[in-house]
């Protein structure tokens, strides 16, 4: 609990490192990590800009088979999006499909901006196609990001 609070005291404070740092002293600990404390430091990688980062702590939670869900995958495509990297993006929806975790409007919006901040129009185009199948709500960030 003590880590989960300090990482989600990082995350808030958009201290990605400091973050990953303690995640690293509860693998030293053999303090187990759990869904909500990666997906704590994933968001601080996030909102610090640090999107290879992100992706690093998703491949390590696959390797220690920590659950993923909606919000991590949230965390994550929207920090591709920061870092302007629409295919990790796409690959991320990829993934979710294959794990078979819901999108959602986060999700999609983050994915679609990322397309639109690479150039990628027509991917862009397609994921709002997508949604429109999948019966994803759409909103005004949706349509501004595709613009």
Known sequence: ITFNAAIS???????????LLL????????VERNTITCNAAVSACQKGWAW?????????????????????F???ISACEKGEMWEPALLLLGEMAAERVE??????????SACQKGWAWDFALQLLREMA???????????????
């Not at 995640?23 to 053999?30: C, F, T, V």
Request: aromatic share 4%; net charge negative; glycine share 2%.
């Open 74 to 76: 949230n965390a994550a």
């Open 23 to 30: 995640l690293g002293e509860m693998a030293a600990e053999r």
């Open 103 to 112: 999108r959602n409007t986060i999700t999609c919006n983050a994915a679609v």
């Open 133 to 147: 199948i999948d019966r994803v709500r759409t909103d005004t960030i949706t349509f501004n990001a595709a613009i």
């Open 9 to 19: 005291a990082c995350e808030k404070g958009e201290m990605w490192e400091p973050a």
């Open 52 to 72: 290879d980062f992100a992706l690093q702590l998703l491949r390590e939670m696959a390797i220690d088979r920590v659950r993923t869900d909606t919000i991590t």
